[in-house]
């Protein structure tokens, strides 16, 4: 597995990059046959540290967790655990994902823009709204199983994806009652 750790406006040392490869590589193990990489950051919020963890399984599948914590041992500790717990309650769903799909997770590359949000009290110029960044996005061809994992493996509210039985776009989310929402136009339609 490849790993890329880095830190924002931190120094992380050799010995914490042992620690998080040691560490990591032996939770992931546990639960995913081949991890291709993972992506380890580390910042400050305050007086805390702050790690965010990104693993990109073989199926295609991303898991990502996020912890703080006073000390930096201690924030990517919890990282690891919240991965672990995400890993261990999915294991069998990765795992059963991966033995039907012939071929790995397919990416289209889509734009993706950044709107400027607009204060409650000013009343705005006109309707179009301003694009203050934009970038490109990929979005998965998954099963609407396998989105629903997804969105709940990134810890993400909404995940937009390309339905592999139809090809049409379709959107999951979280709802406020905590129920999964899915829409699909094309059976809608």
Known sequence: MRYQISGKQID????????????????????????????VIFSRSAHEYVCEATVHLSTGLNASAKATATEI?????????????????????LKDHHRARARPVEYAEVPSYILAGESAEAEPESLQPVIIAETETRVPELSAGEAVMQMELAGS??????????????????????NVGWIDPVQGG
Request: glycine share 8%; charged share 35%.
């Open 12 to 39: 992380v040392g050799e010995a914490l990059q042992t620690h998080v490869k040691t560490e990591l590589g032996e939770v992931v193990g546990k639960y995913a046959q081949r991890p291709t990489d993972a992506m």
């Open 73 to 93: 041992y201690a924030a990517f500790d919890k990282c690891r655990d919240k991965m672990d717990k995400q890993l261990r309650r999915y294991k069998r769903r």
């Open 157 to 178: 509210p909404v995940l937009v994806f390309r339905n592999e039985r139809h090809g049409g776009l379709n959107v999951v989310y979280r709802r406020e009652d905590g």
